[in-house]
C-alpha cells in the first residue's frame, strides 16, 4: 500500500501562486507515475499534470495550464510538487494527488485532497 498526503492548498488572490506538496509513503518502490488532479465546484474531477518517477518525464495535460503549472518531484523525500503560477478563479479546486503503479491514467492510489480558492 501507498499513502498520500497532500499539502499546500489554501486561499490566494487571483495573480498568485501556490506550491502543492504531495508526500508519499508506505511501498513507494512499486510505483511508476505520480500525477495531480483537481474537481472544480460542480464539476467532474479532471487531470492536470503527470510525472514519471523514473527519468523524470512531465505532462502538463493542455495549453492554458503549460504555462503556469509546473509539476517536479524529489525522489529522495518521496515528494512530488505543483507550482502554480497565475493563478485564475476558474482554478478554484480540490487538488488531488494520484499515484500509479503503470499509467497515471488509472491510479491505485489517492490523497485525500487540499482545497484551494483563488478569490479576491
Known amino acids: 500500500q501507498v499513502q498520500l498526503v497532500e499539502s499546500g492548498g489554501g486561499l490566494v488572490q487571483p495573480g498568485g501562486s501556490l506550491r502543492l506538496s504531495c508526500a508519499a509513503s508506505g511501498r513507494t518502490n512499486t510505483l511508476y507515475s505520480m500525477g495531480w488532479f483537481r474537481q472544480p465546484p460542480g464539476k467532474e474531477r479532471e487531470f492536470v499534470a503527470a510525472?514519471?518517477?523514473?527519468?523524470?518525464?512531465?505532462?502538463v495535460e493542455n495549453s492554458s495550464l503549460k504555462g503556469r503549472f509546473t509539476i517536479s518531484r524529489d525522489n529522495a523525500e518521496n515528494t512530488m510538487f505543483l507550482q502554480i503560477n497565475s493563478l485564475e478563479p476558474e482554478d478554484t479546486a480540490i487538488y488531488y494527488c494520484?499515484?500509479?503503479?503503470?499509467?497515471?491514467?488509472?491510479?491505485?492510489?489517492w490523497g485525500q485532497g487540499t482545497q484551494v480558492t483563488v478569490s479576491s
Open positions: 494520484a499515484a500509479a503503479e503503470g499509467s497515471i491514467a488509472t491510479p491505485q492510489y
Open positions: 510525472i514519471l518517477l523514473s527519468g523524470g518525464a512531465t505532462y
